[in-house]
């Protein structure tokens, strides 16, 4: 079923020293803005990071992107504590293995909400998993914490050293897209991830290859993807919207299978193929998520637009 | 140490005239088969056979496994338990309770017989779709399983029904499930990729080359083959190119430098690197390295059993070895 109160297609990630993140925004609009705290920022900057995300989220207050902190798994504790405020959304978490390491999480995040006056329990967590032990545990950690709202799946072609197979599949990737498609559909959590494929660095990927994994991803059912570089957001987004040429075919499948219904008809034949209710339900999904996310690029667009005139 | 095991070649030990080629064929390990090679009425025959054959099919400097049937597993450990077995192959391992049986007979064995305790490694193979459902169980039920199979192969096919040679990928499942529970559990997972228009011919050395090719680049470093043909595509496909291996300095040098000014990422030729692909050019380096080291023991002690040949005698070596 697709949630289409909730439009997070491009996760855009940009280093959390970074003094001016709402610049990001204004010029890329992504649907959620990470703040990172993990591989973008060097170790040496990691202090300075943590000390910027205060005045970073103040700065995003009014921005139409949700903002997110992904955290460092080695340092999480003191991320975590740096991330949490009033304004930010949830966290990301890259590299649970076990749902004590979600628990614990979970019950750290609601001390420091406690301490700086955010609602207790808003706080989300997405779980990026990216070993195969955290995979093969997908189904336990998902269910750890009411927190979690989105389970994904991360760099595991390069922390698994999976390499490609002769059909240009990262070795068992498209098995392990299915088992965090599964897992996440089954928990009513956001399925998270793209269908990278052989010459890919993923999140640093080409546009036109960010473009392609992410239309791929969302005909597994995947509904958003991280992105490491700005340039990937556009085509992020647009590959897991369904396209005008889907929505004006939807729209008309739509509109025959009623007019059909009306007529007292049970199944309705539409360009050869055979509809039922339950199909057209489907459908009606779609377009649906397919209206929220205009609506969504809507509201960017003008945010977009009006900051561009200031 | 790295396990360099590019080529594991099945040899009957029923047949003497495979049993005595095979250290010519230059595989990095090969198996002794007193499963499916031999007939119910030789089983016994061919248990007398492994203390022999060891020291035999051990002259080109492969390591050597045994293959021992489910139904007389402990006849044959008993039979097949020498220095110089260095693993021992279980076929329709079902459930972690048939590993840990082999485990502790070989743990009495070893003693009994001056070698380490836990040297020997147990191959569970994953020929059922019980033993799938039990892969992780399987995998973590002893310290002796270094590596493991996937659930591919004629076995499986039966208990599944499943027609082998399709020309599609009919074996997602019970190929991914096993592997992803191989790695979990800190075991190395070699089996291979699907590799499209395989049609069960085992002796093509073209094919040979396909799979070294899917295999290399999938990053698995281990193959059973059933044909000596094989031997030489895998062991040199196997391994690290030198353009690979060059690349992999390359990287080691800008990351290490990177590191010195406690940055994290670079772009050098278009390519990124960072932490993974430093810690993947490390593993390269090492492998190649192995690799070379397995390529040199075996070249030494080709060059001994030829020096210890009675001329014109013995069968000619026609592997490359270097």
Same mark, same amino acid.
């Given at each position: 079923m697709v949630n289409s109160s909730v439009i997070r297609r491009s996760w855009l990630i940009v280093p959390g020293?970074?003094?001016?993140?709402?610049e990001y925004i204004r010029r890329y609009l992504p649907d959620v803005l990470v703040l990172d705290?993990?591989?973008?920022?060097?170790p040496k900057r990691k202090e300075e990071a943590r000390a910027n995300l205060g005045d970073a989220i103040r700065g995003l207050a009014q921005c139409p992107s949700e903002v997110f902190v992904r955290v460092d798994w080695k340092t999480r504790w003191c991320d975590v504590k740096a991330a949490i405020r009033p304004g930010l959304k949830g966290i990301i978490l890259p590299?649970?293995?076990?749902?004590k390491d979600v628990t614990e999480i979970d019950e750290f995040i609601a001390d420091c909400e406690q301490q700086t006056g955010v609602?207790?329990?808003s706080i989300e967590l997405a779980l990026i998993l990216e070993s195969a032990r955290g995979l093969w545990n997908a189904w336990n950690l998902s269910r750890?914490?009411?927190?979690?709202?989105a389970l994904g799946l991360g760099r595991v072609d390069l922390t698994m050293n999976l390499g490609p197979d002769p059909q240009g599949d990262f070795r068992i990737y498209p098995y392990l897209m299915s088992r965090v498609l599964a897992t996440a559909r089954a928990l009513g959590k956001q399925p998270l991830g793209a269908h990278w494929r052989r010459g890919s660095r993923g999140g640093v990927d080409s546009p036109e290859r960010t473009l392609e994994a992410a239309q791929r991803a969302r005909y597994m059912g995947f509904t958003g993807c991280l992105c490491?570089?700005?340039?990937?957001v556009v085509p992020a987004s647009q590959g897991f919207t369904p396209t005008t040429d889907e929505v004006s075919r939807l729209t008309r499948i739509q509109d025959m299978f009623e007019q059909i219904h009306k007529a007292g008809q049970v199944y309705a034949d539409i360009d050869g193929r055979l509809y039922d209710s339950s199909k057209v339900q489907a459908c009606r999904n779609l377009l649906l998520f397919a209206q929220a996310c205009s609506r969504k690029d809507t509201d960017k667009a003008l945010y977009g637009k009006a900051e561009v005139k200031q | 140490m790295i396990r360099v095991n590019r080529s594991v070649m099945f040899v009957p030990i029923n047949n003497p005239r495979f049993v005595e080629k095979a250290?010519?064929?230059?595989?990095?390990a090969i198996i002794l088969d007193l499963?499916?090679?031999?007939?119910m009425s030789e089983k016994e025959k061919a248990r007398a056979l492994v203390h022999e054959t060891i020291p035999k099919v051990a002259k080109g400097g492969a390591v050597i496994f045994v293959r021992i049937n489910k139904e007389f597993i402990k006849a044959d450990l008993e039979a097949a338990i020498w220095p110089?077995?260095?693993r021992v192959i279980l076929p329709?391992?079902?459930?972690a309770d048939d590993v840990r049986l082999v485990d502790a007979l070989l743990t009495s064995l070893e003693k009994e017989r001056g070698?380490?305790?836990?040297?020997v490694e147990i191959f569970p193979l994953v020929e059922s779709a019980l033993a799938v459902a039990n892969s992780y169980a399987i995998a973590t039920s002893?310290?002796?399983?270094?590596v493991m199979p996937d659930g591919w192969g004629y076995d499986t096919s039966l208990d599944l029904e499943?027609?082998?040679?399709?020309?599609?990928?009919?074996y997602v499942y019970i190929r991914e499930e096993p592997t992803l529970a191989e790695i979990a559990a800190g075991v190395e997972a070699m089996g291979g990729p699907y590799i499209p228009g395989?049609?069960?011919?085992?002796?093509q050395k073209e094919e040979g080359k396909a799979l070294a090719t899917a295999l290399h680049d999938a990053h698995i470093h281990e193959s059973i083959i059933l044909? =000596? /043909?094989?031997v030489e595509p895998l062991v040199a496909g196997l391994a690290p190119t030198t353009e690979e291996i060059d690349w992999a300095r390359k990287v080691l040098d800008i990351y290490e430098r990177l590191q010195q000014e406690e940055e994290s990422v670079a772009e050098v030729d278009g390519k990124v690197i960072d932490i993974y692909e430093y810690q993947h050019a490390q593993e390269l380096l090492e492998w190649a390295e192995a690799c070379a080291a397995k390529d040199r023991r075996k070249a030494i002690a080709v060059a001994k059993a030829l020096s210890e040949q009675? =001329? /014109?005698?013995g069968p000619s070596v026609n592997s490359k070895q270097s």
């Open positions: 020293y970074e003094r001016a993140p709402i705290l993990e591989y973008t920022v060097p590299g649970p293995e076990l749902a609602i207790p329990g750890a914490s009411p927190r979690v709202t490491a570089k700005p340039e990937q | 250290w010519t064929r230059g595989s990095d499963e499916d090679s031999v007939p110089g077995i260095s329709k391992a079902q459930t070698i380490e305790v836990g040297a002893s310290p002796r399983v270094k499943i027609e082998m040679f399709a020309g599609f990928d009919q395989t049609t069960g011919k085992v002796d044909h =000596p /043909a094989l009675e =001329p /014109a005698s």
